[in-house]
């Protein structure tokens, strides 16, 4: 078997070729580190480092590996920012996704595994399950389902057979701690081993449900093994929704560190989001007690933040629109 997997040097993306490399794939990643780091993957996968826009490249690779399978995870997952960078957000989430379909399309591929997000949903009813009908409220949102229709549209055109994962809110080793826009547990972690006060945009009363990183990638991982996950979306992650607040006192205390919390103003966000994993637990088999909780989950983390120790917030360069922009990011 032999599979490509995007955005491998980032997060989730490490993690799913990891348990990839377990499950005897030979494993290509692609990634144009500019948000991961090298040293994040698996010394037995092929890396090229190169962009999913990047569609010469993409032709080439496809013609010369003859993949089996795409896990596609590459993307700029900042919801909130997405606002103030359409364009590159489009192009890059979206356009390059289309890139990859196309030539999955044109190489049969057996299966195109996508990581989507809640963020399709929007403020919609709680908990968010798969039959509701997405209304996004940003732009990463909208790339996202803009993603899942066009898959839908491929299989339905040319028979090409994908899988969709809405993850939420994961965290774990290998995330960017360094990332000031997205990852609030690891922008926590950050700030607390810097001494410097927790940010909150508004009053932290906005509650998620936060997915330890084994919630996650094996599922996404095996998925091309599960026949009736085929043509089908699915919500993986937490079922314990928290406060932000909550989740600012659990971190603290788990690194044994305490610090002001700096409350900004509000942005523009879904205040509470968390799903229903009913169907993935009915599909993939999972147990409720294979769930790692919140505190446990963060103190795993954190061993490993520590470890690595605290990581610059170098900032977006390429704000495409400045009118309502928080102060925060224009530090």
């Not at 032709?59 to 993949?67: C, D, G």
């Not at 028979?159 to 547990?185: A, C, K, M, S, T």
């Not at 330890?212 to 993986?236: E, G, L, R, T």
């Amino acid at each position: 078997m032999k599979s490509l997997v995007t955005g491998a040097a980032g997060f989730i993306g490490a993690h799913v070729t990891n348990e990839l490399i377990k499950l005897g794939h030979s494993v290509v990643v692609l990634d144009d580190l500019s948000g991961g780091f090298e040293d994040n993957i698996d010394s037995k996968a092929i890396f090229i480092k190169g962009s999913v826009t990047d569609y010469e490249l993409l032709k080439e690779l496809f013609e010369q590996h003859r993949f089996d399978y795409v896990y596609h995870l590459a993307a700029y997952a900042a919801e909130g920012l997405s606002h103030f960078i359409r364009k590159f957000n489009y192009e890059n989430n979206l356009i390059g996704s289309i890139n990859l379909i196309n030539e999955s399309i044109k190489h049969k591929i057996k299966c195109f595994v996508f990581t989507s997000s809640i963020a399709v949903y929007g403020a919609g009813q709680l908990p968010m399950a798969e039959d509701t009908v997405p209304q996004p409220e940003d732009p990463y949102g909208v790339s996202k389902y803009a993603v899942e229709l066009d898959l839908r549209a491929a299989h339905e055109m040319f028979g090409l057979n994908y899988i969709v994962f809405r993850p939420h809110n994961v965290y774990g080793e290998y995330q960017n701690v360094g990332d000031r826009y997205r990852n609030v547990i690891g922008i926590f972690m950050n700030q607390l081993m810097q001494g410097n006060p927790l940010t909150i945009f508004g009053d932290g009363t906005q509650t998620r449900a936060f997915s330890y990183i084994s919630d996650v990638a094996p599922h996404i991982a095996k998925s091309v093994d599960i026949p009736a996950a085929y043509n089908q979306v699915f919500n993986i992650g937490g079922d314990k929704e928290y406060s932000v607040n909550e989740l600012a006192k659990t971190v603290m205390k788990v690194l044994k560190k305490e610090q002001p919390i700096r409350y900004l103003t509000a942005r523009n966000e879904v205040l509470h989001a968390y799903s229903d994993h009913t169907k993935a637990k009915r599909i993939f088999g999972i147990k409720d007690s294979d769930f790692v909780d919140l505190e446990t989950g963060i103190a795993k983390m954190a061993a490993w933040a520590l470890e690595v120790g605290p990581r610059k917030t170098p900032r977006f360069n390429n704000i495409e629109i400045y009118e309502k922009l928080p102060a925060v990011w224009a530090e």
